[in-house]
């Protein structure tokens, strides 16, 4: 099902002009520079392509099929490494001198020539290196022997006359040669243009592709599209995975023998999940492009989410951004160091989203005008996660556009809560699993499967997991506060729970704001130790040892001991302040309808009184506000 949703969408990029995704044959390759040749193949010079920023970033263009490489040497064409290109590799000298300096089994040292060294690292030759650079010599002369291309002859000529002794000493070689020798790629111009865009290179090349190797490769019945085909043996690896090799990852692979079903290895491995040539170029291109634009992926935990409609346009993946990592006009960005250091967005889109939480609030449905898309488009989001040089699917999910939406505005609508002038009005989902984080702790990260778990709760509409619940309510434990961000959560968490009814509570009573009517006990005294810590800062503003620090965890979990202490400390606040009637007063409301204080309280009770004492607290803050204004 995921490669047949990724192979629909290539198909569907493909017929789009305006949309740049590699054709049969072709790959997205990251190029460092460009070498320079006349028409003789002599190297004139070299320009960099990579970007101008701090740390330059190579030019991303499409290059001849780079296939997936393991431990053997496989050239590629028209575009590859120094190591490959020049024949010359580059050594950090611990390693250098474990694997040359060390005697062979055999007693003998490896040949090698060192054209440069330092006290870090080596520059050399040695059998190996000749042995690319011969392999790419052949492959082009291989491919592209029959052309007669100016260009590709001057290609042909630079590669027949180069010597990698030379490397050390070509003048224009040497102010990029570390940065050659660092692993960026390189392609080739002569004429004023890229070799390997030249309509007749590429018409021989992908001829080359077409006819390459048919008689040795398997065919089967491939899985995604049903039909008899040339099975791919080895699949094109992943790039953009977070946490995943910077070479790539796979989805589908079976690198050992006790992986493979019996007379299915080696050249015949691909038939274990007998996928087409032609699929699994689909299929992988359409992915690496998916993670290759930030606007169609985002980072949950140590996942990377990557989502998608079967649509060419943009519409559908802009606005699935925006509710997923939300940034506003006073900026919230996930990747940014707080949750309101972002750059501006779109007030339009801002508005938009308003008018669709309205829409779902009201429970009206979503039109094709409200989304700018049509609401009944399939929509696809799959969370993949790094596995060593493998892939695991930590979700998937598939369901209309529209559903997705209102599920998705749901989420934000449940999280709504009464808020600082500076919290952030939509939470996304990345800074809330930062909630369930210890500020301390030297590892940011939030659990992988609770990542998973609320992905899951979001995008279904159910409860909200239990696990992420109770890490947010002992964070506020151990932090003794609770901030927007956490409050919003345990609010929705309880809504969905009254909601789903497996709690004794109505949706009616768990508030966006302070509620004096509702008569939750645990709500009721959460907004008493609020009364009750603002007495004592009202007495002492300078105080160590506050009630907070020493009875706000035990407050929430065992009333019944903690609350006649705080009572009768409170007389002492009261007596010494001049506003101790009014606090006398507010303690006298806020315990109406409490006979008597519990011994314990329950999760979702403890959440309650969370809730309160976090609405009592705004609510105190917004009167000090009123009253400020009005002096003003």
């Known amino acids: 099902m995921i490669i047949q949703s990724l192979c629909r969408y290539y198909d569907i990029l493909a017929e789009d002009e305006d949309v740049a995704i590699s054709r049969p044959g072709y790959s997205s390759g990251k190029v460092s520079f460009a070498l320079v040749l006349s028409p003789y193949g002599e ?70 020539t060192i054209l440069g060294e330092n006290e870090k690292e080596v520059v ?33 000529a630079f590669l027949d006359t180069w010597n990698p002794e030379n490397f050390s000493k070509h003048p224009k070689i040497a102010e990029y040669a570390d ?11 002569c004429g004023g243009v890229f070799l390997h865009g030249k ?48 070479s790539g990852a796979s989805l589908v692979s079976f690198n050992d023998e006790s992986f493979c079903s019996y007379g299915k290895r080696g050249e015949k491995q691909g038939l274990n999940a007998p996928i087409s040539e032609s699929s699994m170029f689909k299929y992988t291109t359409a992915l690496n492009y998916l993670l290759a634009h930030q606007d169609y992926r985002m980072r949950i935990a140590d996942t990377t989410v990557v989502f998608w409609a079967e649509t060419s346009g943009t519409a559908c993946e802009d606005l699935a951004s925006f509710f997923f990592d939300p940034r506003e006009e006073t900026g919230e960005d996930s990747s940014a160091e707080s949750p309101g250091s972002a750059t501006v967005r779109d007030l339009q889109k801002i508005e938009l989203i308003g008018d669709i939480l309205n829409k779902v609030r009201k429970g009206q449905k979503i039109h094709a005008a409200d989304v700018g898309a049509d609401p009944d488009t399939n929509f696809y989001m799959l969370g ?49 699993l930062r909630e369930t984080v210890a500020p301390s702790s030297d590892n940011k990260a939030a659990s992988p499967l609770l990542g998973g778990l609320l992905m899951r709760s979001i995008l279904n509409g159910s409860p909200y997991p239990v696990q992420m619940y109770t890490a947010i309510l002992n964070r506020a434990k151990v932090d003794r506060s609770i901030n ?14 009254a909601r789903a009814g497996s709690m004794n509570l109505t949706e009616d009573l768990i508030t966006v704001s302070l509620n004096e009517e509702n008569p939750n006990v645990p709500y009721r005294l959460g907004r008493l130790f609020a009364v009750l810590e603002r007495a004592q800062a009202d007495t002492n503003r300078e105080m160590k040892s506050t009630i907070n620090s020493k009875y706000f965890s035990s407050a929430s979990t065992t009333p ?53 004492y976090y609405h009592q607290r705004k609510a105190f803050f917004k009167k000090k506000e009123e009253v400020a204004s009005v002096g003003e």
């Open 43 to 112: 190297l004139t010079y070299i320009v960099d392509l990579r970007s101008d920023d701090k740390k330059p970033r190579p030019r991303v263009m499409d290059v001849p099929l780079q296939d997936v490489r393991s431990s053997g040497i496989a050239p590629y064409v028209l575009c590859d490494n120094a190591k490959y290109v020049f024949g010359v590799e580059k050594f950090k000298r611990s390693e250098f001198e474990k694997k040359f300096l060390k005697p062979s089994s055999k007693g003998t040292s490896p040949d090698y």
């Open 124 to 156: 050399l030759i040695h059998p190996r290196s000749r042995d690319c650079f011969e392999a790419f010599k052949a492959r082009q002369h291989e491919v592209f022997d029959s052309l007669d291309d100016s260009g590709i002859r001057a290609f042909l």
């Open 179 to 189: 940065d050659l020798l660092a692993g960026g790629s390189c392609v080739f111009e």
């Open 199 to 246: 309509p007749p290179v590429r018409e021989v090349w992908e001829k080359y592709c077409s006819n390459r190797g048919d008689g040795d490769r398997s065919t089967a019945q491939c899985l995604v599209t049903g039909q008899l085909d040339t099975v791919a043996r080895i699949h094109q690896n992943l790039k953009g995975v977070a946490g995943a090799q910077m």
């Open 384 to 432: 993949l996660a790094p596995n060593n040089a493998r892939l695991a699917v930590r979700f998937w999910h598939v369901d209309t556009f529209g559903n997705f939406i209102s599920r998705a505005a749901r989420h934000h609508l449940d999280m709504e809560i009464v808020r600082g002038d500076y919290d952030p009005r939509y939470v996304s989902v990345y800074w809330l």
């Open 484 to 497: 927007s961000i956490s409050a919003g959560f345990i609010k929705a968490y309880l809504l969905r729970l």
């Open 560 to 612: 019944a001991v903690v609350f006649p202490v705080l009572l009768k400390l409170a007389q002492h606040h009261i007596a010494k302040s001049d506003w101790g009637f009014k606090t006398t007063q507010n303690i006298e409301e806020t315990l109406m309808g409490v006979d008597e204080f519990p011994a314990y309280l329950s999760l979702e009770e403890q959440g309650m009184f969370m809730l309160g």
